[in-house]
């Protein structure tokens, strides 16, 4: 999950090299502070125990070339359109997969396959409504929420507990997502205090 949500450190790599927007120092310095907190969690060891950490990295580049791709369509097509050819193609290329390896579930697993549906679909109406409130700069950091409800859910269900080194990546990529954030505020916010003096 912690790799996962490296994907805005990514989406800003993409963007500048694809869409040729601008990048920040700060931004940089951001991103470099979180790829050595990846360090930190991933803890290559070219073994076969690192083969998740490398899915999970990866899953945190695709989902950011998703969202340079939606940025790029943004001026062009509508939200919904966008939404819906996304899901369907996520749909049409996974029916392969569910022909050839289709196993018959449990009813456990049904219920568990249901609760996942459920919990995505709430956590997606309810980001939906945060954004509709609030600037997505004061938004996004609050999806990083979800790397402690992760690791706490890690602990009480599965047993799982991070070592000192993993613990130690978590907060320095935190850190790092707080620190571009509020710099991407503050400096959004530089303009109107200039201009509101220079009226004064």
């Given at each position: 999950?912690?790799?996962?949500?490296?994907?805005?450190?990514?989406?800003?790599?993409?963007?500048?090299?694809?869409?040729?927007?601008?990048?920040?120092?700060?931004?940089?310095?951001?991103?470099?502070?979180?790829?050595?907190?990846?360090?930190?969690?991933?803890?290559?060891?070219?073994?076969?125990?690192?083969?998740?950490?490398?899915?999970?990295?990866?899953?945190?580049?695709?989902?950011?070339?998703?969202?340079?791709?939606?940025?790029?369509?943004?001026?062009?097509?509508?939200?919904?359109?966008?939404?819906?050819y996304f899901s369907f193609f996520s749909i049409i290329a996974l029916i392969p997969f569910v022909i050839f390896t289709y196993v018959p579930m449990s009813g456990l697993q049904m219920i568990y396959l249901v609760g996942a549906g459920l919990s995505a679909a709430v956590?997606?109406?309810?980001?939906?409504?945060?954004?509709?409130?609030?600037?997505?700069?004061?938004?996004?950091?609050?999806?990083?929420?979800?790397?402690?409800?992760?690791?706490?859910?890690?602990?009480?269900?599965?047993?799982?507990?991070?070592?000192?080194?993993?613990?130690?990546?978590?907060?320095?990529?935190?850190?790092?997502?707080?620190?571009?954030?509020?710099?991407?505020?503050?400096?959004?916010?530089?303009?109107?205090?200039?201009?509101?003096?220079?009226?004064?």
């Amino acid at each position: 999950d912690t790799l996962m949500k490296l994907n805005p450190f990514w989406t800003i790599l993409l963007s500048m090299i694809f869409l040729h927007e601008k990048i920040r120092k700060y931004q940089i310095t951001a991103m470099l502070v979180a790829i050595v907190g990846m360090l930190f969690v991933v803890q290559p060891q070219f073994s076969s125990e690192m083969i998740p950490a490398i899915v999970g990295l990866f899953s945190g580049i695709f989902a950011a070339s998703a969202y340079t791709c939606v940025r790029a369509l943004s001026t062009r097509e509508a939200p919904y359109t966008i939404v819906f050819y996304f899901s369907f193609f996520s749909i049409i290329a996974l029916i392969p997969f569910v022909i050839f390896t289709y196993v018959p579930m449990s009813g456990l697993q049904m219920i568990y396959l249901v609760g996942a549906g459920l919990s995505a679909a709430v956590g997606q109406i309810g980001i939906t409504l945060a954004y509709s409130f609030a600037p997505a700069k004061d938004i996004s950091i609050f999806t990083y929420a979800s790397i402690i409800f992760t690791a706490l859910m890690g602990i009480i269900i599965f047993g799982e507990s991070p070592d000192l080194y993993a613990t130690l990546g978590y907060v320095i990529i935190i850190s790092a997502s707080y620190y571009m954030f509020e710099k991407a505020r503050r400096q959004s916010r530089k303009p109107v205090q200039s201009s509101h003096r220079g009226g004064k």
